[in-house]
């Protein structure tokens, strides 16, 4: 293809307005507030504008397309978003339009070499574009030309399996439900979507572990929990509305243990823009023990708690943990025990970076401790050994009790599919494997 300038594979990124300052030690607030007006009202009219912050994550609205963060039973009348999610409505409900003169302007080369933020704050486009053979500019086609490309290309396959059929969490259950069945009909069932890149690793680990892969308490146990222990991931950035879970857990009574090389401020405290405890009184502190492990150290991290909680438990005969549970529901568990011995504590701290004193903290939380939720997102799930950190997660949890129906295992923060684990043992066919 003859183009005017090299086409860019890669899009480059654009650092605008960076300062040097100190780090922030609270989240939201405010200045979150106005940010996210600033986002919207800046991308469409004010009238516009608030009717969809209105709609937002409401019964009878739209579901945020930031993230997949649940909605919690008694909503907020007002604003059930967060930041995040101003910032993609406002790209999603934008007055601003692309249409072919844009395309006529900016040849192929030239938008390889923009931003991908500067290519979305152009627009919604207008008409179905076409790049053909030796063009250097997307064209104008008609719909009716569009499905035309598409069904021949689909028709000249030599077999359906060829194609392959990507959606994503911003597609309507509607449309996806649509999709799949069009591409069912088509003949094959290569319908991959942004679980399998996000959290592929994670139904895996689960399915293999649990023999469900999905997570399995639900928004309201946050509430209930002693201990929250959050991994790979940072709320603030990420999916801010899990910071008012964590303040509610936190108020409640909740111990919370954050696992992030970096010190963020979202893990720190919450200032809730809704609350007049936090505008009144200052930010909800939220971490009470903070891990700043090595990158990708989480694995060594968990096997090493492990090892302390199964030597803090046999000063007291192994109370706080269910022989008679793991011996009845789960198998391997001699082997598991076996491969931890191939470790010592020493050799797992030095991978990870951290003190033993810091350990052992997090680990009589988890000894003292029955109603224990583990959470985490992409950074255990983007990793190759991340099928391993998360079976190992499983296991930390698998050596506490379950008892009393106590709210006990998982969640995904970024895809959320949720049970109660009082259910989960209803969808059980075969004992637990723990390793």
Not at 343 to 369: C, P, R, W
Request: hydrophobic share 40%; glycine share 6%.
């Amino acid at each position: 293809m003859n183009q005017e300038k090299e086409i860019q594979f890669q899009s480059p990124r654009q650092f605008t307005g960076l300062k040097l300052g100190n780090p922030a030690t609270e989240a939201a607030g405010f200045k979150a507030v106005i940010n996210s007006f600033k986002h919207v009202f800046g991308a469409m009219p004010v009238t516009r504008g608030f009717k969809a912050l209105l709609k937002l994550n409401q019964q009878h609205g739209i579901d945020c397309p930031s993230c997949a963060w649940p909605d919690p039973e008694n909503r907020s009348k007002v604003a059930e978003f967060c930041e995040n999610g101003a910032k993609a409505i406002a790209e999603e409900a934008t007055t601003r339009k692309t249409g072919p003169v844009f395309f006529q302007r900016y040849s192929v080369a030239e938008l390889s070499e923009k931003s991908d933020y500067w290519l979305g704050q152009q627009g919604r486009l207008t008409h179905p574009m076409i790049l053909r053979n030796g063009g250097t500019h997307y064209e104008k086609i008609s719909w009716d030309e569009a499905f035309q490309h598409i069904s021949m290309e689909l028709k000249g396959l030599t077999d359906p399996n060829e194609a392959i059929f990507y959606t994503s969490g911003r597609t309507s259950n509607e449309a996806a439900f649509l999709y799949q069945l069009f591409v069912r009909q088509f003949g094959t069932n290569n319908l991959p979507d942004c679980s399998n890149m996000c959290h592929e690793s994670s139904g895996s680990a689960l399915t293999e572990t649990l023999g469900l892969g999905k997570g399995s308490v639900t928004l309201e146990d946050f509430n209930k929990a002693e201990v929250i222990m959050i991994l790979g991931q940072n709320p603030g950035t990420n999916h801010p509305r899990m910071l008012t879970a964590l303040e509610h857990a936190k108020r409640n009574g909740a111990r919370i243990i954050s696992v992030n090389p970096l010190i963020e401020a979202g893990l720190l405290a919450f200032k809730n823009p809704q609350d007049f405890k936090d505008v009144a009184l200052g930010a909800t502190s939220l971490t009470d023990i903070y891990l700043q492990i090595k990158i990708n150290q989480d694995l060594p991290l968990l096997k090493c708690l492990i090892k302390i909680v199964l030597e803090e438990s046999s000063k007291n005969n192994y109370k706080c943990i269910d022989n008679e549970f793991i011996n009845n529901k789960t198998e391997g568990y001699s082997e598991f025990i076996e491969s931890l011995n191939e470790y010592s504590i020493n050799e797992l701290l030095d991978q990870t970076g951290l003190k033993y004193e810091q350990l052992a903290e997090a680990a009589e939380l988890l000894v003292k401790h029955d109603r224990i939720i583990v959470c985490w997102a992409m950074g255990l799930t983007q990793h190759k050994n991340s099928v391993a950190t998360i079976k190992e997660v499983v296991n930390l949890l698998l050596l506490k009790e379950v008892l009393e129906k106590k709210v006990r295992v998982l969640v995904r923060s970024e895809d959320i599919a949720m049970f109660r684990v009082t259910e989960l043992w209803e969808y059980m066919k075969s004992p637990m494997k723990t390793f």
